[in-house]
């Protein structure tokens, strides 16, 4: 992992000890894979219906009006120059709601990088990612205003593969 100077690798209980012999190894730490996700859950797709309605007719969210987003909206803050990174399960930047929120970075044609296959399309293959995306900037496109910060911009990082699972 070239950001954080760090090696991952599989090995026996002996090549672990022939390891942490060496005086260059800071440290050797066991990465389980573990599932971040919420049991019982087989996708974050599902739509919950609300019956708030802005000026324009767009319906508002229950976790808007409850956040008072729509307030904060009025004082003129919309996430307007702000980037969020999802390390989800990645997001569907193909998405009506995202498509345009999506963070535009040189050598990252998919809006941000894939942990999970290394790779630089972090595709949402779940939809936990995209969910929490859509809560963050979701920008009313498909006639909802689903995000807090509709103006800001989406990094998509994938950590998680397609059951919810990775690695600390």
């Known amino acids: ?46 739509e919950v219906s609300s019956s708030v309605f802005d000026e324009q007719g767009r319906e508002i969210p229950y976790h808007i009006t409850i956040t008072k987003s729509d307030e904060v909206w009025g004082l003129g803050y919309e996430g307007d120059g702000v980037i969020v990174a999802v390390v989800d399960t990645g997001v569907n930047y193909n998405h009506y709601d995202l498509e345009n929120r999506m963070w535009e970075g040189v050598g990252y044609p998919n809006h941000g990088y894939n942990f999970v296959n290394n790779t630089t399309d972090p595709m949402d293959d779940f939809g936990h990612g995209s969910h929490c995306a859509g809560i963050i900037a979701g920008d009313g496109s498909a006639g909802t205003q689903s995000g807090v910060a509709p103006k800001a911009r989406i990094m998509a990082l994938k950590v998680l593969d397609s059951m919810g699972s990775g690695r600390l």
């Open 1 to 46: 992992l070239w950001i954080t100077n760090i090696i991952g690798l599989e090995a026996s209980r002996n090549t672990l000890s022939a390891l942490d012999k060496r005086k260059d190894i800071q440290s050797i730490e066991y990465d389980p894979s573990i599932n971040a996700l919420i049991d019982g859950y087989e996708s974050f797709d599902k």
